[in-house]
């Protein structure tokens, strides 16, 4: 090939790879931004003993969300990262290590619910204080391609590494498969459904959860209408395969959750028009 020619095949080559970057941050900013919807299921964690009576102690994370989460005037449960003492943030280190030393099989599965979301939340708590002062949970990377903490290995469960996600998706999502259970994991944001304000108990999981998804549903952040056009939190984008797999689903498990001023206008719609979310921190500023 003349030396002229391999020059000007070598250029174009080039302008085209140079044409296709940005699509290719395009997609990595995808990737960093919209949670996984699909999650493998780890056949380890199907293990529980049905006949257990062992009561996890979740006073520790009583305590914390007593002394430090306020609910506010527009009703998102707000977090005093600034106030917490480093003693209190000591106790809820410890806490998340006694929850790392439980036998997770050896529990029933109401108690084994409440453990992994208690762990999940009092985990994003405790990356959230050590990376204090941030605007949003997403400027916490996991690696050079990541936003956020979800990815990366931060507990130690039955000698198995965890990442948030993994508690999330790996395991709670595939083998409980309730919708529900996405309104009681807190990622720190304005747009998540509610920190709650009481520790999850074995006995007491099923009542919150059902009073969690009809506050997230009859919450702005949750659900809104204006001039007919339905607009609903992303989570019901991305995870649209727990909510029934398609617009209609969606709608339908609104209606289900939906208090007497919103469930009226529901009735009157049949999609989806927009999806939002606001991933400001869930910060209380005194």
């Known amino acids: 090939m003349p030396k002229d020619a391999f020059t000007n095949t070598a250029s174009r080559r080039a302008g085209r790879l140079l044409c296709l970057l940005p699509l290719f941050f395009l997609c990595m900013l995808q990737l960093m931004t919209v949670p996984p919807a699909v999650a493998d299921d780890w056949g380890r964690w199907k293990m529980y003993r049905p006949s257990s009576i062992e009561r996890i102690d979740h006073r520790e994370w009583q305590a914390f969300l007593d002394a430090y989460v306020r609910p506010v005037s527009d009703g998102i449960n707000r977090v005093r990262y600034r106030s917490v003492s480093d003693a209190d943030r000591n106790r809820l280190k410890e806490y998340v290590r006694m929850l790392a030393g439980v036998a997770v099989s050896d529990l029933a599965r109401d108690e084994q619910l409440a453990y992994w979301v208690n762990l999940y939340n009092a985990v994003t708590v405790d990356v959230v204080l050590d ?23 931060l507990v130690q469960v039955e000698g198995q590494s965890l990442s948030l996600d993994d508690i999330e998706h790996r395991i709670v999502r595939p083998l409980w498969a309730d919708p529900r259970l996405h309104y009681v994991f807190n990622c720190a944001s304005l747009g ?77 719609v049949e999609r989806v028009s927009n999806h939002q979310y606001d991933w400001a921190l869930n910060d209380f500023v005194e």
């Open 131 to 153: 990376h204090y002062p941030v605007d949003s949970i997403r400027q916490i990377g996991s690696g050079l391609f990541t936003r956020g903490p979800w990815t990366r290995k």
């Open 192 to 268: 998540c459904p509610n920190l709650p304000l009481r520790a999850l108990s074995g006995e007491g999981v099923a009542e919150a959860l059902e009073q969690a998804a009809r506050e997230f549903v009859n919450h702005p952040r949750g659900v809104s209408l204006t001039s007919g056009r339905l607009v609903v939190s992303s989570i019901y984008h991305w995870y649209e395969v727990d909510f029934g797999g398609s617009q209609r689903g969606v709608i339908e498990h609104l209606r289900r959750y939906a208090g007497p001023e919103l469930a009226p206008l529901l009735s009157k």
